[in-house]
């Protein structure tokens, strides 16, 4: 059975402060690896990953992807109040249906 | 902004009555999507559609069908809504160009079956 997993389920940091959250996967047919922030609303498309070791950056967060050991990272240096939101990873499956699977979700919460 | 929306935004039924979510987009996007959220299960697929009139279940489709009789409507129905139906459907579209699977999500509904 495919399935993508996340940790930690939530954290709890300090404004400034640097996390790194991590998404493992056992999917038969891997296409891709996406990102998404949810912020009490509609999930947003963050990054999309289909290489390894070829980081994808925006500002402050970055992610990376390892096919070999099937994970990803997303990290987040100097971390903001309004980075507080659930970080969702998600594997596209391959074929012609963008099939998504998702982790849990991490709860990221940033304390000023 | 992607142009989803979704109908209605929250609804309150009972058990043993039939539901129907609509998600509606402007995109002109050719896959359309109904996911479930549920606390500790991220997001679930319930089922998918590639085209009108072409749509395919998800992980979780037992209790739920779905119809696309236009290319910028997707209907999830509940036949017999349960309790553990109680959730929040985010409807989402893609246009699969190439090596591309952004998916755009609606602002979701959130239903309660009592």
């Known amino acids: 059975e495919d399935k993508v997993v996340q940790s930690p389920l939530s954290l709890v940091v300090h404004e400034g402060d640097t996390v790194t959250l991590n998404c493992s996967y056992e999917?038969?047919?891997?296409?891709?690896l996406l990102w998404y922030k949810q912020e009490k609303k509609a999930p947003t498309f963050l990054f999309m990953l289909t290489s390894s070791g070829i980081e994808k950056k925006s500002g402050r967060l970055s992610s990376i992807l390892d096919k070999k050991e099937l994970f990803s990272i997303l990290n987040i240096t100097a971390t903001q109040t309004g980075d507080s939101a659930v970080y969702l990873c998600a594997v596209e499956v391959a074929g012609n249906t963008g099939k998504l699977i998702f982790g849990q979700g991490t709860t990221l919460q940033v304390k000023p | 902004d992607a142009g989803i929306t979704q109908s209605p935004r929250h609804k309150v039924t009972e058990t043993g009555t039939p539901v129907t979510l609509r998600c509606h987009q402007t995109e002109n996007h050719r896959y359309m999507y109904w996911y479930r959220q549920d606390p500790g299960h991220g997001l679930r697929l319930i089922h998918y559609?590639?085209?009108?009139?072409?749509?395919d279940k998800g992980e979780v489709s037992d209790g739920y069908s779905v119809s696309r009789s236009k290319t910028e409507d997707f209907l999830l129905t509940l036949e017999s809504a349960t309790s553990s139906q109680t959730s929040v459907y985010f409807c989402?579209?893609?246009?699969?160009?190439?090596?591309?699977?952004?998916?755009?999500f609606g602002p979701g509904t959130r239903l309660t079956v009592l």
């Open positions: 999917v038969t047919n891997f296409r891709s």
């Open positions: 989402a579209i893609s246009e699969m160009q190439g090596a591309i699977n952004e998916q755009f």
């Open positions: 559609s590639y085209g009108v009139k072409d749509t």
